[in-house]
Each structure stands twice: as C-alpha cells, then as structure tokens.
C-alpha cells in the first residue's frame, strides 16, 4: 500500500475527502473507519467501509504523523481527537509492504521454525512484528508476520529507502515475500506509478503464477 495516491490529484483528493467526511457524519460514525473507493476514468466507486482499524493504517500515520490507535482509545475513551481537521497537512510519501511467510512466486504458505530475524531499520523507516529468532511460525493463521513501512519526502526517496530496507531485510529459516517485494520494485510501471488493480495479477502471470 502506499499513500498519497499516484493517481489523483490535489482536487479530487479533496473531492472525495469531502464525500467521505460527509457520510461519515451523517453515519453519526464515531471511531476509526476506513471508506475505500475503486476509481476509474474520472469517476469514484464506492466498495466497502471498515469498521476498524486497517492493516495499512501506518502508511496515513506516517504522512500525517499522527497516532491513529492512540485517537482510537481517546474516543473510546470519551475524550474526543487531539486535532482537528484543518491541522491535518499531508507531509511526503509513504509505502507499506506486508511481509508474509509465503513463497515469493506461488504464494504458497511458508510455516516453520524462524532461524534468524533481523528487521531493517533507520531514519523514515517503521517495522510492525512480533517475531522473533526461535518463534515457529503456525499454519494455522494469516501469514502476516511483519509490516515494512517507509516514509520519505517524495516517492522517489521512498521507493529508493524501501530498495535498502528490502535487503537489508532478513527472516532466515522460512520463505518469506520479500523477493517479489524486490522485484516488483524493480519494474518500471511501478516506478512510474503506473498500475491499477490488475497489475498485480499479469506481474505473477508473466512469472509463471497463476492465481486461483
């Protein structure tokens, strides 16, 4: 995941920041939510709305540089959000890979016993895990075991802090995605920002992954 959008513009980021601001009040919705959208040619899709907190939400935490679980627990708490929205000011790019212990190119699960973790690190970079060297990975569960999250001040330093941080990157022991975070990196339309919903599954396919 990655944010903010390749594909809008400031205009229609507010366009549909609005759209969303509103139904959120007319919901009467209190607590963190996500609203997600397909768009296409111009227009907006509306798909689903989440009723908690996101996998990717560090990606938005890390552009904004807010704390969106500590707002959760102050609304629960009655307290109320510690800003408002005209104190929000988008800062940067920000990219988030889900590094799953899988196969990287037939996306079979990888259970197993994790010989070795060394998580990368440094400045913009932010990493989600429980793991640790010893820890058996179950087969009984998602297989999400570590968040990556870079943050830089334009997508080309993130993509190029995201380059290091891949290889630096280090779960020995078990297979892990983090070779196809690699060499989706390394392809042009994404460097470009050119991708859509689709790129994904001609990218496998081209490799030989057929996805059922």
Aim: hydrophobic share 40%.
């Amino acid at each position: 995941e990655e944010a903010p959008s390749v594909c809008l513009n400031n205009n229609q980021r507010d366009e549909i920041g609005a759209i969303c601001a509103k139904a959120i009040g007319e919901l009467k919705y209190r607590g963190v939510g996500t609203i997600e959208f397909l768009y296409e040619d111009g227009s907006f899709f509306f798909i689903e709305m989440n009723t908690r907190l996101q996998v990717e939400h560090p990606v938005t935490e890390a552009i904004f540089n807010i704390d969106l679980v500590k707002e959760q627990i102050r609304i629960a708490a009655g307290l109320g959000i510690s800003f408002t929205q005209d104190e929000l000011t988008m800062s940067g790019h920000a990219i988030e890979c889900r590094i799953n212990a899988e196969d990287p190119f037939n996306l079979t699960p990888s259970p197993g016993h994790v010989d070795g973790f060394h998580p990368a690190g440094g400045y913009g970079v932010r990493v989600d895990s429980a793991l640790f060297s010893g820890y058996d990975v179950p087969p009984y569960y998602d297989s999400l075991i570590a968040k990556l999250i870079v943050h830089g001040k334009s997508r080309n330093e993130c993509l190029l802090r995201l380059n290091r941080c891949l290889h630096e990157f280090v779960v020995s022991g078990i297979s892990t995605n983090i070779a196809l975070f690699d060499e989706i990196l390394k392809d042009q339309d994404f460097q470009n920002g050119q991708y859509d919903i689709h790129w994904l599954t001609k990218f496998l396919e081209e490799r030989g992954v057929r996805l059922s």
